[in-house]
């Protein structure tokens, strides 16, 4: 038996091929993260909440590879991946720091079939993000906008900073022009002045205040740090949220 979420992605290969993409342009979201927008010929088209591999080569032939969600939906023409820099990683840093319009790299996908949604789909919505796992999350609320079917949509989104927090402007535009759209922002590490959002990390009193309740049936998607994701998606089991309505991916360096 299939349900909606598993017919959501269309099936995918047993082999994705590696793509030449071209950077287009490379655009500042945050101090510490850039969206890149890519051209790649061929792209067969993705589904909200999917990824890619990228590959990159330098010139003595060493190569590194990370896998990135997709920001752009699926109506959008470019490929777009928004990338948070760390420190001490190898792929990151090229593209906030050197990438420049011109460049190539290879991309492999798009990629998965369980952490996805799509406006055929049935409401309401209910996005928990922390950090960059507020990417794939993006691209979904981009294509609800887009495919005009505005089922009810929540957003708790947890930001160190103000200043860390990606997609701030477009996200509070969304929820101005939409009615069915409520985004909520908490901040950990200290606010701006007049700051009138959360204070603190996500918690049981959070979720209960800021989320749908179980019994409205939510389709659940929660995406972050590791400790983030193990700590939300345990606690909505906890206020009465179906373990089977929740999905969860992780983000973070990977060594």
């Excluded at 003595?60 to 928004?82: F, H, K, M, N």
């Amino acid at each position: 038996m299939t349900d909606e979420a598993d017919a959501a992605a269309p099936p995918q290969p047993a082999h994705l091929p590696w793509r030449p993409a071209e950077i287009l342009e490379v655009i500042a979201e945050t101090p510490h993260a850039v969206s890149v927008v890519l051209r790649v010929p061929g792209w067969p088209g993705h589904a909200p909440g999917q990824h890619v591999d990228v590959r990159l080569r330098a010139e003595d032939g060493y190569e590194a590879q990370r896998s990135y969600s997709i920001a752009s939906p699926p109506e959008r023409g470019e490929l777009v991946l928004t990338i948070e820099r760390f420190d001490d990683g190898e792929v990151s840093p090229y593209f906030t720091d050197e990438a420049r319009a011109g460049d190539q790299i290879e991309v492999r996908g798009p990629i998965g079939g369980y952490f996805v949604w799509t406006a055929l789909m049935k409401g309401p919505l209910q996005l928990v993000a922390g950090g960059s796992g507020i990417v794939p999350l993006m691209c979904m609320l981009r294509h609800r906008a887009l495919a005009g079917r505005h089922v009810a949509a929540r957003l708790l989104y947890s930001s160190r900073t103000w200043d860390s927090t990606i997609y701030a402007v477009e996200l509070a535009r969304l929820a101005a022009g939409d009615r069915q759209l409520d985004v909520v922002h908490a901040l950990t590490r200290g606010e701006p002045p007049h700051w009138t959002g959360q204070r603190r990390r996500v918690d049981a009193e959070m979720l209960r205040a800021f989320a749908f309740p179980p019994g409205d049936t939510p389709r659940v998607y929660v995406c972050g740090p590791t400790p983030f994701v193990e700590t939300v998606a345990s606690t909505l089991v906890t206020l009465g949220h179906a373990p089977a309505r929740i999905k969860t991916e992780r983000f973070g360096p990977t060594g």
